[in-house]
């Protein structure tokens, strides 16, 4: 799924207009906010099909590999890979973290000890019984993780979107 502010500024450029907002964060935003929703659009009508799909979010791994190997232009950016294809296992569902903890109404809720103490023993049973991939960790095991051992490639993610032209104004 590309992020796409290109098609908008080859448009705004044959009739002259000014192109400059494609480059702010609201325009840019949009832009990462339409490829989620076209790429939900897909998982959702391939499994009402029968079909299975994955997001893959390791695309980002290497962005700029991505863009040069898919010719992406200006203004575009790969948020991520679909995998869709006819499941050969029913793996189980990960349990997902408590609705209370997701859902708030008119305001931010912070997030409770107690709940997220819950969700790590559940996430550490879910993960020590299934049927292939076990592992030892809890939810906030994997959260601090992932802030401390990020892929070195990830860490260009910023100079690669300003590269292509995101972001660059406020």
């Known amino acids: 799924m ?21 480059h702010d964060g ?10 989620a929703l076209a790429g939900q659009s897909i998982v959702t009508a391939a499994e009402s099909m029968g079909l299975g799909a994955v997001f893959l979010g390791s695309i980002l791994n290497d962005a700029q590999q991505v863009i040069d190997l898919l010719h992406l232009p200006k203004l575009t950016f790969p948020v991520f890979g679909i995998a869709v294809g006819y499941p050969n296992e029913k793996p ?21 000890k ?20 076990n592992r030892t960790e809890t939810f906030r095991h ?8 990020s892929p070195k490639k990830r860490s260009e993610i910023l100079s690669v979107l300003n590269w292509q032209g995101f972001f660059l104004k406020n």
């Open 2 to 22: 590309i992020a796409d502010q290109h098609r908008n500024e080859f448009i705004g450029n044959e009739a002259h207009a000014n192109t400059n907002l494609l």
């Open 26 to 35: 609201d325009r840019s935003l949009a832009a990462f906010d339409d490829a």
């Open 92 to 112: 189980d569902l990960k349990p997902r973290l408590p609705l209370k903890s997701v859902h708030f109404e008119n305001c931010y809720q912070e997030p409770d």
């Open 114 to 133: 107690d709940t997220l103490d819950a969700y790590d023993q559940t996430i550490q049973t879910y993960y020590a019984q299934r049927s292939s991939n």
């Open 142 to 149: 994997h959260i601090i993780h992932d802030m401390q051992v």
